[in-house]
């Protein structure tokens, strides 16, 4: 079954891709894999990300590196990430995903990670400050053919360029489309972000700014969209309540269907158990406790009995123990029902 009836809806050109609608998995370092790409394209993802990937590991022959561009059957729209502080690395990092990968719906290049350790590689929201490099990255990867969708953040008044010079010099290099996060790099992900800044450059770019940050309500979404924004990317929010994708499918006026705008609890149980089991079969058990507990604290929102479930599923290490709680979850569910007088 799929989220919203899209029979009723063009699909959108964004970006130099089309999608179903304008709402986007963000990249997200450590969560974004295959399998969380799928589950969240099931919850009616317009597109999704990889993970950030390093252009000097793809060319290191990193495993690693390269199992970030498996794709699984059913994903939305993939746009890979790349990340690099030099525009010869990331041209050749390209060219390998182009070589190990179905060919990608568009590529992001990231000039909006704060932590030091890509910045120490003259990576990341460092290009913010390195203008002309960052223009040259464009530039050269637009030469595959492929939408480019660089990520910044806002630049600092003591930065070379202010943030909509920067995004002026990025469009006219080749991007297709630019993520703006409204918070500076020295904020890292504290404080709150700029949302006039993206609606802002909406206007300026009109059908060119996809808002980032701070969207943890369908209402936020619909105030960026409603400012002009072609796009919006979900992060930490949808991670927070993975229903929040529907949930504003459903508050930006489509058709979803009722199952996913009031989920049951045997729903999204067996959402959860399908998303564990295509984890352990792509990562390993390890990475599917860690993947389900990561979700199990956003699902089954105002469910007597969740407190409880999550107290008893967080310090289990195996796969097989935690699936068994989620299967037999409704007995906490129960259980508290009958110490809160609610059974009859």
């Not at 590991?57 to 939305?76: H, P």
């Not at 469009?171 to 890292?188: D, W, Y």
């Not at 450059?201 to 002009?228: H, Q």
């Amino acid at each position: 079954m799929t989220v919203f009836s899209s029979s009723i809806r063009q699909p959108l050109e964004i970006g130099g891709v089309s999608l179903s609608n304008p709402l986007l998995l963000a990249p997200l370092a450590g969560v974004t894999i295959p399998p969380v790409r799928l589950f969240f394209s099931g919850l009616g993802a317009g597109a999704v990300h990889t993970e950030m990937i390093s252009c000097a590991g793809l060319l290191r022959n990193q495993n690693k590196s390269e199992r970030m561009l498996s794709v699984l059957g059913g994903e939305a729209p993939v746009v890979v990430q790349l990340f690099s502080g030099d525009a010869e690395t990331l041209v050749k990092g390209a060219e390998r995903v182009v070589s190990l990968m179905h060919k990608p719906a568009a590529i992001s290049i990231n000039m909006a990670c704060p932590m030091p350790k890509v910045l120490k590689k003259g990576a990341g929201a460092r290009l913010l400050e390195r203008p002309e490099i960052a223009f040259d990255m464009v530039r050269k990867l637009s030469s595959f053919g492929l939408p480019v969708w660089p990520k910044i953040r806002k630049c600092p008044s003591a930065f070379p360029l202010d943030t909509g010079a920067f995004c002026e010099g990025l469009f006219e290099a080749g991007a297709k489309m630019i993520a703006v996060h409204g918070r500076t790099p020295s904020q890292r992900y504290a404080g709150e972000a700029d949302v006039s800044l993206p609606i802002a450059l909406a206007g300026r770019f009109p059908g060119k700014i996809c808002a980032s940050g701070d969207v943890f309500t369908p209402e936020r979404s619909a105030e960026y969209l409603g400012g002009g924004c072609a796009a919006v990317l979900l992060a930490r929010g949808a991670v927070a309540d993975p229903f929040l994708f529907p949930r504003t499918l459903a508050f930006l006026g489509y058709d979803v269907h009722n199952i996913y705008r009031n989920p049951s609890p045997d729903f999204q149980v067996s959402l959860l158990l399908d998303f564990g089991e295509s984890v352990c079969a792509e990562s390993g058990p390890r990475i599917a406790v860690l993947m389900v507990k990561r979700l199990l604290s956003g699902m089954f929102k105002g469910i007597p009995g969740i407190g409880e479930l999550r107290r008893a599923a967080a310090h289990l290490l195996s796969w097989t123990d935690l699936r068994g709680i989620l299967e037999k979850c409704e007995v906490y569910f129960e259980r508290r029902e009958e110490h809160s007088g609610y059974a009859s």
